[in-house]
């Protein structure tokens, strides 16, 4: 069974800087993309950014571009996003995410989730 747990949320000032992760255990997959959503009080959870597990390509949302960085330890089954110069507009819940295929800006090509991990940035 694929399991994913994240951590690293936290409150932070605007302007500061978080770092998630995601461990994940159960996988047996080796060709698939692990990604990060999020989902603010009152708003759909929406794409944030993934990579390839076979290449390490990148993509990200553009809301996050130049400011947020997705990598994987994936010996080491862990996810990560390093967020900088965040803004009271990143509050929300973080989820990584793992899937087999399909258009990976969409949650529903994800078929396995974390529980989430609350981030807070405070102006």
């Known amino acids: 069974q694929v399991q994913l747990v994240e951590s690293g949320g936290g409150l932070v000032q605007a302007g500061g800087s978080l770092r998630l992760s995601c461990a994940t255990s159960?996988?047996?997959?080796?060709?698939?993309?692990m990604g990060w959503f999020r989902q603010a009080p009152g708003k759909e959870r929406e794409f944030v950014a993934t990579?390839?597990?076979?290449?390490?390509?990148?993509s990200y949302a553009d809301s996050v571009k130049g400011r947020f960085t997705i990598s994987g330890d994936f010996p080491k089954n862990t996810l990560y996003l390093q967020m900088n110069s965040l803004k009271p507009e990143d509050t929300a819940v973080y989820y990584c995410?793992?899937?087999?295929?399909?258009?990976?800006?969409?949650?529903?090509?994800?078929?396995?989730w974390g529980q989430g991990t609350q981030v807070t940035v405070s102006s």
């Open positions: 995410a793992l899937s087999l295929g399909g258009n990976i800006r969409y949650e529903t090509s994800y078929a396995y």
């Open positions: 159960g996988s047996t997959f080796s060709n698939y993309v």
């Open positions: 990579i390839y597990r076979s290449t390490g390509v990148t």
